[in-house]
């Protein structure tokens, strides 16, 4: 099976939902930025701030060729991926993308619990009245990348762990049941 890509801003909950997803399929799960971490040996925060935003893009789209190239497995990309080089090209030629998406209020609130806020380089300097229209502003200017997915997914209903099991059911079920056959009869 070609790969998952789970796109979507950060808050969405690419790895919240992409890791019951890969459990209930049977399959690994990638946080591409865990993955960029231990290759890089520092936090995304940290690259942001060593090497900086470009270079960071570099080094995310080479690691992105890199997952890429695996099959059976599902990827959970950070929110700005889609948006850099040809990264959403990549992603739709190699694999299936799926565009998790809810509303700006809603990852607001995920976005603003500590543990969060720490580790989202955009934000974690932000007073947290500036994080609503920061999520705004970006999301609609994301929105033609993410818009290039071949599937979007409502990933508001993930808050408790039953909630993210049959969320995750579902995309599991249009995963199998419609995205695959439909793609791998184009080929």
């Given amino acids: 099976m070609r790969p998952v890509f789970l796109i979507g801003y950060m808050g969405c909950g690419k790895t919240t939902l992409g890791e019951e997803l890969a459990r209930q399929m049977g399959l690994p799960f990638i946080d591409l930025d865990e993955y960029i971490e231990r ?3 520092q936090s995304i925060v940290s690259l942001f701030d060593t090497v900086g935003e470009a270079r960071f893009r570099e080094i995310e789209a080479a690691v992105l060729r890199e997952v890429a190239s ?4 599902i990827v959970g990309c950070g929110g700005g991926t889609p948006c850099h080089g040809d990264n959403m090209s990549l992603m739709n030629d190699k694999g299936i993308t799926v565009w998790l998406s809810t509303s700006s209020e809603r990852i607001t609130a995920r976005l603003l619990v500590p543990d969060q806020k720490s580790k989202r380089p955009k934000i ?16 609609q200017a994301r929105a033609p990348f993410y818009n ?30 419609s995205v695959f056959a439909r793609v791998e009869k184009k080929q």
């Fill in 124 to 139: 974690v300097n932000l007073p947290n009245e500036a994080v609503l229209t920061l999520v705004q502003q970006e999301l």
């Fill in 70 to 73: 695996m099959n059976d497995v």
């Fill in 39 to 41: 290759q890089q040996g």
């Fill in 148 to 177: 290039q997915c071949l599937m979007q997914f409502d990933s508001t209903d993930i808050e408790t762990a039953d909630a993210t099991e049959r969320t995750a059911r579902r995309l599991a079920t249009l995963l199998v049941g």
